[in-house]
């Protein structure tokens, strides 16, 4: 049972225009979100976290937006840049169960020159 | 400061044999956790040491186990291997629990089951 979904496997946009993950989860629990992004070869890298008590969090090109009534969040990464293309991990903290990660499956990001 | 590292970067092994996976933390960082990737079911957590002890669990069966020594390098284990165990195994390092604190994350090892 996913409990933070990814539903688009992977996405393409072109350089400088807008990119946009979403991530919908289903438990009421969870309280602290984060973004990795992870290139071939390598572990994950945190990109930017959210708490559940904020809407909105910026970072440079990136800002990640919460929308807890909807359980749904997404990553704004403008303008995108080649070096942006990666695989995008959503994951959740649970406010009980000893707060382990949980990992959406990820989404593939190609951005084109 | 030298990143996570993790040895072997490749392994592969035959159907009931074990693997040993080595991971060394940032220094300073006292909390190793490992995950498992897998294309169908992405990260999934296996286990947490703090300070040499297991702090959280995930939902693995008991052929999989780690410790955590003194210099906080950490191993984990797995016996009788099986062809599902073919995935990445990741390890990241944080100050403290993950709980509160930010992971970083190894490069992996990757695993292959024949």
């Known amino acids: 049972d996913q409990q933070v979904k990814q539903n688009s496997p992977s996405l393409s946009v072109q350089e400088g225009r807008i990119s946009i993950l979403n991530c919908d989860y289903t438990?009421?629990?969870?309280?602290?979100f984060l973004w990795y992004k992870k290139y071939p070869a390598e572990g994950p890298t945190f990109l930017i976290s959210?708490?559940?008590i904020k809407d909105k969090n910026e970072d440079g090109r990136f800002t990640v937006f919460l929308n807890k009534s909807a359980k749904h969040l997404s990553l704004h990464i403008v303008p995108s840049q080649p070096g942006d293309s990666a695989v995008y991990f959503c994951?959740?903290?649970?406010?009980?169960?000893?707060?382990?990660?949980?990992w959406g499956l990820g989404t593939s990001l190609a951005v084109n020159p | 400061k030298a990143g996570v590292t993790q040895t072997p970067r490749y392994l592969i092994k035959t159907r009931g044999q074990q693997v040993t996976l080595s991971c060394s933390p940032i220094s300073g960082h006292r909390s190793v956790s490992w995950y498992q990737q897998t294309p169908g079911q992405g990260l999934q957590f296996l286990f947490e040491?703090?300070?040499?002890?297991?702090?959280n669990k995930g939902n693995f069966p008991g052929r999989f186990s780690g410790r955590q020594f003194s210099n906080s390098r950490s191993e984990m284990n797995v016996s009788t291997l099986e062809l599902g165990d073919s995935a990445l195994y990741l390890c990241a390092s944080s100050t403290g629990l993950t709980s509160s604190y930010e992971q970083y994350f190894g490069p992996g090892t990757r695993l292959t089951v024949t």
């Open positions: 040491y703090f300070s040499e002890t297991q702090r």
């Open positions: 994951a959740a903290k649970n406010a009980g169960n000893n707060r382990k990660l949980i």
């Open positions: 438990n009421s629990m969870f309280d602290y």
């Open positions: 959210i708490s559940s």
